[in-house]
C-alpha cells in the first residue's frame, strides 16, 4: 500500500513535443504529490506539487494532473526542451507521526531530442 | 545560502571498512533525512529527525547509524561497509511543518562504492 508506481522509465521525446509521465498510488491517506526533477550529478529538486482537492495544477510548461478515483496523476510538460532532460521522480506523502515521509516513485528518464 | 552540502562527493571503501558522511543545511530547518538512490529503484528513506537529538528509522536502516547534535548538521555513519550499500546518498532537509507537503531540499549527494 505504500507504492508509487511510474512509468514509463525512460522517455525520448522530440523538441516542442509533450512528455508525459504517469504515477499510481494505493494508499488513500497520501494528500501531498510533489514532481522532482534531477540533472545528472545533482540532487532533486522540487519541480512542482499538487493536493488531491483539485484536478490540476500549471506552471509555466508543466502542468500536474489528478485523479483522485483513480489514484493517479500526472506530469505534463509542454513545449519540451533539451534543457527538459533530466530524471523525473513523483513522490506521495501524508503527515503522520509528526512527519512527512515521502515515497518515491522509481523515476522517469527524460531525454528531448533537439 | 548554500542550502544542504554534503561531503565527500565521491568516496570507495573496502568491504569491513567504516566512514562517515557529512550533511549540513543553513537554512535553520529543524527536519533532516537520508536517502539512498539505487538505479531504477527510486529513493528510499534510511534516517529522519525531526530535531537535535531526536533520530528515527526510515526504511532501509540496517548497517547504518545516525545522530544529530546541532539544527545544521547530520551525520550518516557506515560502521561495516558492504557491497550492498554501494548507492548514491542524499541528504535533505525541511522546515518541519504540517502545511503543504513540507518541501524536502536536497544536498549534491554522495557517490559510494564498496569493493
Known amino acids: 500500500q505504500q507504492q508509487v508506481k511510474q512509468s514509463p522509465q525512460s522517455l525520448i521525446v522530440q523538441k516542442g513535443g509533450i512528455s508525459i509521465i504517469n504515477c499510481a498510488y494505493e494508499n488513500t491517506a497520501f494528500d501531498y504529490f510533489p514532481w522532482y526533477q534531477q540533472f545528472p550529478g545533482k540532487g532533486p529538486a522540487l519541480l512542482i506539487a499538487i493536493r488531491p482537492d483539485v484536478s490540476e495544477k500549471k506552471e509555466g510548461r508543466f502542468t500536474i494532473s489528478f485523479n483522485k478515483s483513480a489514484k493517479q496523476f500526472s506530469l505534463h510538460i509542454m513545449d519540451s526542451q533539451p534543457g527538459d532532460s533530466a530524471t523525473y521522480f513523483c513522490a506521495a506523502s501524508t503527515w503522520t507521526s509528526g512527519t512527512y515521509k515521502y515515497i518515491f516513485g522509481t523515476g522517469t528518464r527524460l531525454k528531448v531530442l533537439a | 545560502n548554500a542550502g544542504v552540502t554534503q561531503t565527500p562527493k565521491f568516496r570507495i571503501l573496502k568491504i569491513g571498512q567504516s566512514m562517515t558522511l557529512q550533511c549540513t543545511q543553513d537554512?535553520?530547518?529543524?527536519?533532516m533525512y537520508w536517502y539512498r538512490q539505487d538505479p531504477g529503484m527510486g529513493l528510499k528513506l534510511i534516517y529522519y529527525s525531526v530535531g537535535a537529538g531526536i533520530t528515527d528509522k526510515g526504511e532501509v536502516p540496517n548497517g547504518y547509524n545516525v545522530s544529530r547534535s546541532t539544527t545544521e548538521d547530520f551525520p550518516l555513519r557506515l560502521e561495516l561497509a558492504a557491497p550492498s550499500q554501494t548507492s548514491v546518498y542524499f541528504c535533505?532537509?525541511?522546515?518541519?511543518?504540517?502545511?503543504?507537503?513540507?518541501?524536502?531540499?536536497f544536498g549534491p549527494g554522495t557517490r559510494l562504492t564498496v569493493l
Open positions: 535533505a532537509s525541511s522546515r518541519g511543518t504540517s502545511g503543504w507537503g513540507d518541501t524536502q531540499y
Open positions: 537554512m535553520n530547518h529543524n527536519y
